[in-house]
């Protein structure tokens, strides 16, 4: 009963522009994939888009849910939709989605393998959609999600031509968190070290050819900055040219001290408008 609620009861802005769209994705593997994305706010179905994915794609946390707040980028200073970018989310096998046990299970011993196919199968059926510039693809995450961005950097670069990664890990056997244990087994004879490896963006970094900004705290004690020093000088060995900030001192958040959070931001924003412009061709 509404007249015994003291204020105003609120009721949704159905005609908002920017609105999240809900969609779903099947890509060359059979695997329907559920996503998110927010169109540019002058949309013209004529013009091709850039597209930014942003991307975790391991089993810790989902990125396609119906919630508040879902379809805003906090690293980028200024809109998104306004400048001109689609701004999407899909997620794949491993997420801890209610789509039963082989779903879930399917990323044990598999993750940066099973999980980085998942997202690029869906992303080049996506790829065909008339409004996207296949030319203006990045991809962004933290954590996880830099370790997946590194990864679909590395592993497809046909697809992917831009990509954005923070605080990742890039060698899965310098993790030191029963994490990666309890997902990929435990690395105690070549067997077990296997898949760590396979699923590690160091292995892969040869294959860059797009562009990459690496970002990493040097005080990091949950993804240590040997993970950094690793995956540089990888891309050192094969003359791959990169553009990388480490922020003295910072922990896994990249937070602390004055000004550390505008300079990331401003840092992320500039990176992606230079290499991947925004705006309908």
């Not at 196919?117 to 996506?126: L, N, S, T, V």
Request: a positive charge; one cysteine or more; proline letters at 6%.
């Amino acid at each position: 009963d509404n007249k015994h609620i003291s204020g105003t009861v609120p009721h949704l802005n159905t005609s908002a522009k920017n609105k999240p769209v809900f969609f779903k994705v099947k890509n060359a593997d059979g695997i329907e994939m559920d996503g998110w994305m927010v169109k540019p706010t002058d949309f013209d179905s004529t013009k091709k888009y850039p597209v930014v994915f942003t991307v975790y794609a391991e089993p810790a946390g989902q990125t396609v849910v119906d919630r508040y707040g879902v379809g805003r980028n906090g690293l980028y200073v200024g809109n998104m939709a306004d400048d001109g970018y689609i701004y999407m989310a899909i997620e794949g096998r491993g997420a801890p989605a209610p789509k039963g046990a082989a779903w879930r299970k399917a990323i044990y011993k598999n993750i940066g393998i099973i999980n980085i196919r998942d997202q690029a199968m869906g992303a080049k059926e996506i790829l065909k959609w008339p409004f996207v510039d296949s030319t203006r693809i990045a991809v962004h995450g933290w954590s996880g999600g830099g370790s997946t961005t590194l990864n679909l950097l590395f592993q497809y670069p046909d697809i992917y031509k831009t990509g954005i990664a923070v605080a990742a890990v890039g060698w899965q056997l310098s993790y030191d968190n029963i994490y990666q244990e309890r997902y990929m087994g435990v690395p105690t004879d070549e067997a077990g070290r296997e898949p760590f490896i396979k699923g590690s963006p160091v292995a892969y970094a040869k294959n860059l050819r797009g562009n990459l900004l690496y970002i990493h705290g040097t005080g990091d004690d949950n993804v240590h900055y040997r993970n950094a020093e690793l995956l540089i000088n990888e891309l050192i060995k094969y003359n791959r040219q990169f553009q990388f900030m480490s922020y003295p001192n910072r922990t896994h958040g990249i937070f602390e001290g004055p000004g550390t959070t505008l300079h990331l931001h401003t840092l992320f924003t500039q990176y992606l408008k230079e290499h991947c412009p925004p705006g309908g061709r």
